[in-house]
């Protein structure tokens, strides 16, 4: 099992970041040819998510994650922290993705890219990866 842990700052409130090459590299530091790679957030207003880097798209991800939860809508945690819109984005999104190694690299479909998606930002994040054989 190999893991490392990467630091990402981030530099706005809701941010779309691909970090497929500090992933790749990651993976072809650990020396595994064929396994598995996961990638976690250790952060509760956060996603990982795998999709298409187009940068129409990206900007079509932010509008739906606006528009499904709404920034104040009378939510129970703002009463002690003003961020309840940011971890209920994060609870639609998830906390991590795994990716196939093969060859020594990702697996991913030609269209896929990994997204670090920041909704409680600007912060520094710490993103785990695990990579096993
Ligand atoms: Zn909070």
């Known amino acids: 099992m190999y893991r490392k842990v990467f630091e990402l700052k981030t530099s706005a409130r809701l941010e779309i970041i691909d970090i497929s090459s500090a992933i790749d590299s990651i993976v072809t530091g650990s020396g595994v040819k064929a396994g598995l790679v996961n990638v976690f957030s250790k952060h509760s207003t956060s996603g990982i998510v795998i999709n298409e880097n187009e940068s129409g798209l990206v900007e079509d991800f932010k509008n739906l994650l606006k528009k ?17 819109d940011s971890h ?19 697996e991913l479909g030609t269209w896929q ?10 912060r520094t ?7 096993l054989p």
């Open 113 to 122: 890219s990994i997204f670090f998606i920041e909704l409680d930002g600007p």
């Open 88 to 106: 209920l984005r994060s609870l639609l999104l998830g906390n991590d993705v795994s990716v196939p190694v093969e060859n020594g690299r990702m």
């Open 68 to 84: 499904i939860v709404q920034n104040d809508a009378g939510y129970n945690h703002d009463r002690i922290d003003n961020n309840a």
């Open 125 to 131: 994040r710490n993103i785990t990866v695990t990579v």
